[in-house]
């Protein structure tokens, strides 16, 4: 079965850090383009991170740059999302993403528009004040 399940988030302090992993099963991750998205209560989903597999090139948001990391690890087919300098206002549901390369045009208009071949349950991360 071709899927994404992740795995990691949780209940964190302000100013820590979480790591959420998201392993891919049925399907070679390396051949696809990778992202992290998020939904907060209310709000609509937004790209939080974006890696594009054709060149390298990365997206991240604006209120995540500097903190948040994407990376890969081709023999676990595993994406992660390295979170640091958590603040409260990063509450959210994240999401885990895989789309085929060849369908990205540019990796910041993917983490934009979001449509993607493959969706991870989702898992919960919240950040106290």
């Known amino acids: 079965q071709e899927q994404l399940v992740e795995s990691g988030g949780g209940l964190v302090q302000s100013g820590g850090s979480l790591r959420l992993s998201c392993a891919a099963t049925?399907?070679?991750?390396?051949?696809?383009?990778i992202g992290w998205f998020r939904q907060a209560p209310g709000k609509e989903r937004e790209g939080v991170v974006c890696?594009?597999?054709?060149?390298?090139?990365?997206y991240s948001t604006n209120s995540v740059k500097g903190r948040f990391t994407i990376s890969r690890d081709n023999a676990k087919n595993t994406m992660y999302l390295q979170m640091n300098s958590l603040k409260p206002e990063d509450t959210a549901v994240y999401y885990c993403?895989?789309?085929?390369?060849?369908?990205?045009?540019?990796?910041?208009?993917?983490?934009?528009?979001?449509?993607?071949?493959?969706w991870g349950q989702g898992t919960q991360v919240t950040v106290s004040s």
């Open positions: 890696l594009s597999s054709r060149d390298g090139s990365t």
């Open positions: 049925g399907f070679t991750l390396d051949h696809y383009g």
């Open positions: 993403a895989a789309i085929a390369k060849w369908k990205i045009t540019t990796v910041q208009i993917w983490c934009l528009v979001g449509e993607s071949d493959y």
